[in-house]
């Protein structure tokens, strides 16, 4: 979604781009058509293309606006007994290819009740040994 907006009465006199003090608008003449180019990573937001306009052409309010743009979504893994999210399937896999583990999807509170089950019922624990 372009975030700068120019209405029907721009009449392509160029005051926005020559007054820009980011270079964030530009213009190309080809053929019998002019274009006007915003750059929004090079944009300021400070205005001043709105405010010079002599035609009052430019919307500035889209500028301002700072919509959040989807870029990535991941599938996540869940904790296979509460549901609660754990991490992103990418991440979960990075970390498991990492330690080189085949970690049960588990969040940390049920990770820690079934290690302490698991201590608690080890058959080859000596009765003598202490927990650390």
Same mark, same amino acid.
């Given at each position: 979604?372009?975030?700068?907006?120019?209405? $029907?009465? =721009?009449? @392509? =006199?160029?005051?926005?781009? &020559?007054?820009?003090?980011?270079?964030?608008?530009?213009?190309? *003449?080809?053929?019998?058509r002019? $274009?006007?180019?915003?750059?929004? $990573?090079?944009?300021?937001?400070?205005?001043?293309? #709105?405010?010079?306009? +002599? &035609?009052?052409?430019?919307?500035?309010?889209?500028?301002?606006? @700072?919509? #959040?743009d989807?870029?990535?979504?991941?599938?996540?893994?869940?904790?296979?007994? =509460? @549901?609660?999210?754990?991490?992103p399937?990418?991440?979960?896999?990075?970390?498991? *290819?990492?330690? @080189?583990?085949?970690?049960? +999807?588990? =969040? +940390? &509170?049920?990770?820690?009740?079934? *290690?302490?089950?698991?201590?608690?019922? *080890?058959?080859?624990?000596?009765?003598?040994?202490?927990?650390?």
């Amino acid at each position: 979604m372009p975030y700068f907006k120019v209405n $029907t009465r =721009c009449n @392509g =006199c160029l005051a926005c781009v &020559q007054n820009c003090p980011a270079d964030a608008l530009d213009f190309q *003449d080809r053929k019998n058509r002019r $274009t006007l180019l915003h750059n929004m $990573t090079r944009c300021a937001r400070c205005g001043n293309c #709105w405010r010079i306009c +002599p &035609q009052q052409a430019i919307e500035f309010q889209y500028l301002m606006m @700072g919509p #959040w743009d989807k870029i990535v979504t991941l599938d996540l893994i869940r904790c296979r007994v =509460c @549901g609660r999210i754990i991490d992103p399937v990418p991440y979960g896999k990075a970390v498991a *290819d990492k330690l @080189g583990t085949g970690q049960q +999807p588990l =969040c +940390p &509170q049920h990770r820690e009740s079934i *290690d302490f089950l698991a201590r608690a019922y *080890d058959p080859f624990r000596s009765s003598n040994e202490k927990e650390v």
